[in-house]
């Protein structure tokens, strides 16, 4: 059973920036494929970035693509979401999920086989 924590988290000035972590325990960290998406208040969860086991390969939603950057560490079994030139829009609570299928389906599947709680993000405008 993996156990996902997120971190760093906050409120920031639009333009500003953050960084995300997201550490796994009591799993194989290398073994899964990793995501990030966010839901905002009022809407439903979206995707956000994923990346394959190894780190080589990386998925983006279109609306952050070119802001965000998602990144691992399979020494430290973390996930990182570095979020550059935040907009109010990026609003929402952020989740980190783990699975054992393919990150570049991430984004098409709703059904991950592990979450984190959640960290908030508020961008002030």
């Known amino acids: 059973q993996m156990q996902l924590v997120e971190s760093g988290g906050g409120l920031v000035q639009a333009g500003g920036s953050l960084r995300l972590s997201c550490a796994a325990s009591g799993g194989t960290f290398r073994r899964y494929s990793m995501g990030w998406f966010r839901q905002a208040p009022g809407k439903e969860r979206e995707f956000v970035a994923a990346?394959?086991?190894?780190?080589?390969?990386?998925y983006y939603a279109e609306f952050v693509k070119g802001r965000f950057t998602i990144s691992r560490d399979n020494a430290k079994y973390t996930v990182y979401l570095q979020m550059n030139r935040l907009v109010a829009e990026d609003t929402a609570v952020y989740y980190c999920?783990?699975?054992?299928?393919?990150?570049?389906?991430?984004?098409?599947?709703?059904?991950?086989?592990?979450w984190g709680q959640g960290t908030q993000v508020t961008v002030s405008s």
């Open positions: 990346i394959t086991w190894s780190g080589t390969s990386t």
């Open positions: 999920a783990a699975d054992r299928d393919s990150a570049a389906a991430m984004g098409s599947r709703s059904e991950h086989d592990y």
